[in-house]
């Protein structure tokens, strides 16, 4: 099956600074690529769709200055959490498809800002 | 916009016996994907079972089949023969079948298995 990489899987920071996490797919290009988050003991919430080759498109209530995607190639897509605050401190999942339908996820990102 | 609802949040069930997860969904749409995922404590998303809702036919993995009522909206899994390893989280998941969509989950199921 299809195999989506993160990195780093946790990450601490400070308030003010910024983060950025990689999602990769190993084994398939990806046009599109997605940005979910979860809180502890909540469900996923869709981000963003982040699309190779242009900007990215957000969910109504994401700001798009705080979480920026960037789609640079086929197999990477980026998400830079800027000037965090501890309300940032998520989980944060990608996701991605080959092809069909299916979306593979990627391990998850969990993120703690100090 | 989609809704997905799962109105249990926790579930528990024997060992070996059987056990059944409730979705339902509000769409307008006719044709879409329905999923159901499992997250255990690694919290690594692992897809169980996905139906399209073109199909009529139930979809069966192993274990682990659905109950698709189109008319009414529902989405439910049945899990036969519970294992300790099903502990997790479940969550149904919605996505339109057109264009490039991200998933609509609904708020989840923790399933118990008692020893």
């Known amino acids: 099956g299809a195999v989506v990489s993160q990195h780093p899987s946790w ?27 979860q809180f502890p003991k909540q469900s996923l919430m869709l981000m963003a769709t982040s699309n190779e080759g242009s900007k990215a498109t957000y969910e109504q209530g994401v700001e798009k200055d705080k979480f920026l995607i960037n789609h640079a190639s086929l197999t990477l897509s980026t998400l830079t959490v800027t000037s965090a605050h501890p309300e940032d401190s998520s989980f944060y999942i990608c996701s991605s498809s080959p092809a069909s339908y299916e979306q593979y996820f990627g391990p998850g990102t969990r993120l703690t800002v100090t | 916009a989609q809704t997905v609802t799962q109105s249990q949040p926790e579930m528990s069930v ?36 996905r139906q399209e809702a073109y199909k009529q036919q139930n979809a069966t993995e192993n274990r682990f089949s659905v109950n698709f009522q189109k008319a009414a909206k529902s989405f439910s ?39």
Do not use: N
């Not at chain 2, 059944?20 to 879409?32: G, I, K, M, P």
């Not at chain 2, 479940?90 to 991200?102: L, Q």
């Open chain 1, 11 to 37: 990450v601490i920071c400070k308030s003010g600074t910024s983060v950025k996490i990689e999602c990769r797919s190993l084994d398939f290009q990806a046009t599109t690529m997605f940005w979910y988050r």
């Open chain 2, 77 to 115: 899994l049945k899990i036969s023969d519970s294992q300790l390893g099903d502990a997790a989280m479940y969550f149904c998941a919605y996505r339109s079948s057109g264009g490039a969509d991200g998933l609509t989950f609904g708020k989840g199921t923790h399933l118990i298995i008692q020893p």
């Open chain 2, 14 to 49: 024997q060992e070996a016996e059987t056990v059944t997860l409730s979705c339902t969904y509000d769409t307008s749409e006719s044709d879409y994907y329905l999923f159901w995922y499992k997250q255990p404590p690694s919290r690594q998303m692992i897809l169980v079972i």
